[in-house]
């Protein structure tokens, strides 16, 4: 469907909300609006419909920055610019504005068409150089950062959540995540700094620091562990304790070929594992795409009898985020691209997807929901969670589903986030993760949308169940973990 960015002058568009006939002009921003509720409407009355999708008119005057994330949540095709918006060059060449170059550039990225329309109205008149300069638009975009460059192929893929405590990880998994080179370099510093913190200068050739990497997989955190005390000039004894067989004989090929006497490998449970020393500190890669979804707080706390009574955990700290989110595209992939359940027909809209979030928009910024610290020393420890998080929509949008994230603090000041606000730089070990909705809400600008949310905890399981409270209340998605959990 065909949509220009803001009605032209002396159109129509209220015929389809039954109002009376007006010219609009398009230099207030209601006309921008307005063009999107003509094209909810019309999705609206289609349903779910994958091969529905939006041709986008540029206009001469673009719109404001919210209206234009708010599109890209749309299942835009196809870009249209017309021969009129463009400018000339000193050489009579077709260019377009700082401003239409960077709306240009930033639909590229979703691997749409382009159509220019319209006769040259240019020096230069001949169509083909509109099209060149698109093209040049196109090979002198900024370089990929290396999370875009990871993420190739995989913008809107939807992925199940990995459960590395119930399944064993295999050595691809393990290859991915160990190819992030700037989560190492901030495990590693977090390490330093708390080794300098720790013992004094005037006796570090006295003292051994006890260092216990749990969950270590195939050794990366190991190894920057060692960095960081030779960086620090310390001496130090490692243990890594690991329970998938299959990283348990990397480690000890490691041990073998690079760390000698200085790591100690346990092929053991680190709930279970009776050590024959208490340590200093504790580091651990546990987080998922939510924090605490691939059950650290479970595992730590597990973990936590290993450390010494004034022993410190890398990371502290760790808390999940949430936001309101439209996204047409990744709606229509979970209501069409899961098998469904003839005894549970909703189970795709109460099962959490890892998801590059490409074609979406925010319609607020994510805010915390949980927070978990180690090590916990709060008795009796209870990992249960219930949170509202309130948000102010900027725009009319559909709300699909909901956004998480997570951000941690490893030690001091050394963190790690996916929160988009603060993503942590070139960082891509993990997606952020969406909640879908079963069926989408209509949300009014300045609407004050309230999200519910619950962390529920068994003795074989966790999982999340969720609802909208404002500005309607949905059901309770998942309830008593029916379609989705997380095993113990």
């Known amino acids: 469907m065909h949509f220009a960015l803001c009605e032209p002058r002396g159109f129509t568009a209220n015929t389809i909300h039954g109002a009376e006939e007006k010219d609009v002009d398009p230099e207030d921003s209601e006309c921008y609006h307005e063009m999107w509720r003509m094209w909810n409407d019309f999705r609206t009355l289609c349903g779910t419909l994958r091969n529905l999708g939006v041709a986008l008119e540029v206009t001469a005057d673009l719109p404001s920055e919210e209206i234009v994330k708010r599109w890209i949540g749309e299942p835009v095709r196809v870009i249209v610019i017309p021969t009129h918006v463009f400018l000339s060059n000193k050489r009579g060449y077709p260019v377009l504005s700082r401003a239409h170059q960077s709306f240009v550039r930033r639909f590229m990225k979703l691997k749409l068409q382009f159509i220019i329309t319209g006769q040259p109205c240019h020096d230069k008149m001949e169509l083909k150089f509109y099209y060149q300069y698109l093209r040049h638009l196109y090979q002198t975009q900024p370089p990929l950062d290396p999370l ?30 160990e190819k992030d080179h700037f989560k190492y370099a901030q495990y590693e510093k977090a390490v330093y700094c708390a080794l300098m913190d720790r013992v004094p200068k005037e006796r570090i050739n006295d003292v051994v620091t006890i260092i216990m990497v749990v969950g270590s997989g195939r050794g990366p955190i190991v190894t920057a562990s060692l960095r960081a005390a030779d960086a620090a000039g310390m001496k130090v004894r490692v243990y890594a304790v690991e329970k998938n067989p299959n990283a348990i004989v990397t480690l000890r090929n490691k041990k073998i070929e690079e760390w000698g006497d200085r790591v100690d490998v346990v092929c053991e449970d680190m709930r279970l594992w009776n050590p024959p020393e208490f340590a200093d500190i504790i580091v651990s890669e546990l987080l998922g795409s939510f924090g605490d979804n691939e059950l650290s707080p479970e595992c730590l706390d597990g973990a936590q009898r290993l450390l010494k009574e004034n022993g410190i955990s890398i990371p502290c700290s760790y808390s999940s985020y949430i936001s309101p989110l439209q996204s047409c595209k990744i709606y229509s992939e979970v209501d069409y691209g899961q098998i469904r359940d003839t005894e549970n027909p909703w189970k795709p809209f109460e099962v959490p997807y890892v998801v590059r979030l490409t074609s979406r928009y925010e319609i607020d910024e994510a805010k915390p929901l949980f927070t978990f610290n180690h090590p916990n020393h709060i008795e009796p420890i209870d990992n249960t ?104």
Not at 153 to 166: A, F, N, S, V
Not at 400 to 427: C, E, N, Q, R, W
Not at 451 to 460: A, E, N, P, Q
């Open 148 to 177: 875009a460059d990871f993420a190739k192929g995989y913008d809107d893929y939807l992925q199940t959540p990995l459960q590395p405590l119930m399944d064993n990880l295999d050595a691809n998994t393990y290859e991915i995540f």
């Open 385 to 488: 969670r219930a949170g509202e998080v309130t948000f102010t929509a900027k725009v009319d949008s559909v709300m699909h589903g909901i956004a998480g994230y997570f951000h941690t603090v490893l030690y001091g000041d050394v963190t790690l986030s996916t929160v988009p606000k603060t993503h942590s730089p070139g960082m891509f070990s993990w997606f952020p993760i969406f909640f879908p909705l079963l069926e989408p809400v209509n949300i009014k600008a300045n609407d004050t949308v309230k999200i519910r949310f619950w962390r529920c905890v068994s003795d074989k399981k966790v999982w999340y169940e969720w609802c909208l409270a404002q500005p309607e209340a949905t059901v309770i998605h998942n309830p008593k973990g029916r379609s989705y959990w997380i095993g113990l």
